[in-house]
């Protein structure tokens, strides 16, 4: 048995109140706020929603947590639904046995980034969902991704390993205690940070290594329509006109042909928001078509950009959620900017004030969603404030700006580390959890390094304002960090792009 993850979920005291006969709990999927959730109301299993009672509850009832963490486009996740959380038998023995709490990746992206650490730290495992066992006070103690239903072969259905886990829960508390507390230290390890002064030849070295990574892709012929393998490639891309790399924009170029002959760029990632896809997809497809004039370029280009407009229309069944949108909107600015389209620049930009208007207030921040008083995330704050700088410098409206300065004022008064860096969540609040372990991200996952890219927002406020501020706090966030990213590869790249971009400036100051 693979030893697995562990995270801090929420329990409920009123659980008398929505007693049944599996177990004292009743199935609240239906209460919850997003579409991915609200649909595993009728699943014959009690689940629970993320909050602070759900661990009480845990506590009282003496039993392990079982935290699912799934997404809306995630194929595996719609696998399990469907092939195991429908079955009644295992939902009976999972109330029987558990307190059964399910994620929405998207809405808790704090959430599911920790869990995933811990698996990570666990097994060497990435990706969703996420099936993790943890204790009463939200240590994981075992768990994986994907798990069949039944597996008597191995024993690695969940029908073998659910009786299995409580009965290690019972009998092995003290050993399963340990064990949680090294996966812990090992998941915070990977989001502390390591200060480093920024070295080009180091970043020189560590960009051969992603253009190594997407070559070897290329000829293995893997897909690469993930954000951490297109971030590789502007990387590339962008390196070729800094340094005149000849070997780096053979490899992007490539990477894109292969991507235009399989069909790749018609359809989306399995695992991924199609938004986040499409936008990454046009931004690297306008990059090349500015550095090739290849017309084929500009014309995917330009269906990507047309797709993910479309997608970024607001309605009622639409989840909004912040960090997602403003990425998808900046880029939507940038691309429509490098393909001359003035018509999808202001449609980019109708989509980014409706954005503020549901998610935005001044002095407070950015909330995560558009409904509710949630409180928003390190990543809401650097990509609606990245979304603001890009408006701004389309359009020369002074209120972008101002929104812009006023988040990075946020993430000085609500996420700095006086180690340097940002922290994921605010230290006003633990987002509804009694033991959150607030970590730095820079690496990229769905999205671009949240600490990479709060530079590249301030590196970008700096252009615009000449505040030599901005320029410092950039340089001294992307250093609280330049020890860490060595051998990271593709999940660097954002890190390495920013960084160049901040030597670049800072060699071309008088």
Known sequence: MHRRLRSPLLLMPFALACATEHG???????QTATPYLARAARQPVSWQPWSRDVF????????????YVGAEDCRWCTVMDREVYSNPDLGA????????????????????????????????????????????????????TYFPGDDPVTGRGLKQLLPEVARDFRERREFLSRHAAVVRQLALARGQGAHGVLRPQALVDEIAA?????????????RLDGLASLQGVVLLLTEYIRSDDSAAFAVARAALGTLLDSGSVAGTSVDEPPELVRASLSRVLALAW????????????????????????YHDGRALFADRDGYAIATAIATADALRDSLAQRRAVAALDTLLRRVYAPRTGVRHTGTGANTGLLQDQVQVADACVAAYAATGRRRYLDVAKDLAAVLDREFADAAGGYYDVAARDALGAPFVDRV?????????????????????????????????????????????VQGEGLRAASFLLVARDALAAAHARP
């Open 210 to 222: 992603v253009r190594t990574g997407i070559e070897s892709s290329v000829r293995a012929g893997r």
């Open 24 to 30: 004292g709990l009743v199935n609240r999927m239906a």
């Open 56 to 67: 009480a509850l845990a506590a009282r009832l003496d039993r392990p947590v079982l935290l």
């Open 440 to 484: 730095k991200p820079v690496l990229d996952d769905r999205l671009p390094g949240a600490n990479a890219w709060a530079a590249h927002m301030l590196l970008g406020l700096a252009a615009a304002t000449g505040e030599a501020d901005y320029r410092r706090r950039a340089e001294a966030t992307l250093e609280a960090f330049a020890g860490a």
């Open 290 to 313: 500015v550095f090739t004039a290849d017309p084929r370029f500009r014309e995917a280009s330009q269906d990507q950009l047309t797709a993910l407009l479309r997608s970024l229309t």
């Open 93 to 144: 023995l999972i109330d029987s046995l558990f307190v059964p709490v399910r994620v929405d990746r998207d809405e808790r992206p704090d959430v599911a980034e920790r869990y995933q650490a811990a698996v990570l730290a666990l097994a060497g495992l990435r990706g969703y969902p996420l099936t993790v066992f943890l204790t009463p006070d939200g240590a994981a103690f075992f768990g994986g």
